[in-house]
């Protein structure tokens, strides 16, 4: 696990096991260099989708051979967050046996609120400010867009977030999907009355009112679970907004390929190096 990099695992939070988040230090206190922190997907529910699924993607960045050559020297570190997970009804848990730092039972705003606990705790340690890209996939990418639209975070907004596959309109999503989505989404989210005042598509609000970064969104033509619709409507929302935006449709393979090889993630960031100012 990029095995070059001193590793180390932080709790950023006390009240569950997946207040954790991964560090790996590549010159993490010097502050005029730039972070990059990822926020992993798995539809707010999959335990098997944690915070070192971002390794391949580092490795893919610090190897010198592809987009990202020379990038090294500009980075801080990198960091991964994990958040408190909701019940998946395929990894089933007692809550009279569990132990309840292991009980999954998040429920909107909880993913949010630790994400935002977990680069707090970042900050406070190497005080970045903004000089960090935030970097989200999937349900991750959705996070990362809630994070920037309350002003609660306006210290530690992020120079540029970078969202791959991101799910950004659950009403819309969970229609197109047949229902097969809304299993999901009411564990995330509660009652589908209340989606559309959480989902970054549908926010009522104008993005660039407290963020002034940019956004790249990415996705896969051959994305199985996350389709076209979430990536132009949301394209279309941080546009009318008056938002800095890239849209790039050329990740390739699956959903969950793009973490799992690192490369496209890898690029995807080298890109964004290349927009920013630090
Ligand atoms: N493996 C996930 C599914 C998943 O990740 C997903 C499925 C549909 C649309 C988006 C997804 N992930 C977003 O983070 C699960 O079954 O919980």
Redesign the pocket.
């Known amino acids: 696990m990029a095995p070059d990099l001193k590793y180390t695992k932080h709790h950023y939070g006390a009240e569950s096991d997946l207040q954790v988040l991964g560090v790996w230090d590549v010159d993490a206190h010097n502050r005029s260099k730039v972070w990059v922190i990822y926020i992993?997907?798995?539809?707010?529910?999959?335990p098997?989708?944690i915070h070192e699924t971002f390794a391949p993607t580092i490795n893919a960045i610090l190897s010198e051979d592809g987009s990202s050559a020379g990038l090294r020297d500009r980075i801080a570190g990198f960091a991964s967050l994990d958040h408190r997970l909701s019940p998946?009804p395929?990894f089933p848990q007692d809550p009279a046996s569990t132990p309840p730092k292991e009980l999954r039972k998040a429920r909107h705003p909880d993913h949010i609120d630790d994400v935002r606990s977990g680069i707090a705790f970042l900050q406070k340690e190497y005080g970045f400010s903004s000089n960090y890209v935030l970097v989200g996939?999937?349900?991750?990418a959705?996070l990362a867009f809630q994070l920037v639209a309350t002003p609660a975070a306006a210290g530690y907004m992020p120079e540029a977030i970078v969202g791959i596959?991101g799910?950004y309109d659950f009403t819309g999503?969970s229609a197109r999907?047949g229902g097969?989505?809304a299993g999901?989404l009411t564990a995330a989210f509660g009652d589908p009355a209340g989606w559309d005042e959480v989902a970054p598509m549908k926010f009522s609000h104008n993005f660039a009112e407290y963020w002034k970064g940019i956004a790249i969104l990415a996705s896969s033509k051959n994305d199985e679970?996350?389709d076209e619709h979430e990536i132009d409507g949301m394209a279309a929302k941080l546009r009318k907004d008056g938002c800095r935006l890239v849209v790039y449709k050329d990740v390739r393979g699956s959903?969950?390929e793009c973490w799992e090889k690192g490369t496209d993630i890898a690029r995807l960031v080298a890109d964004t190096f290349k927009k920013i100012q630090t």
């Open positions: 992993h997907g798995g539809a707010w529910r999959d098997r989708i998946h395929e996939h999937s349900a991750g959705c596959a799910v999503i999907s097969a989505y999901f679970l996350v959903h969950h």
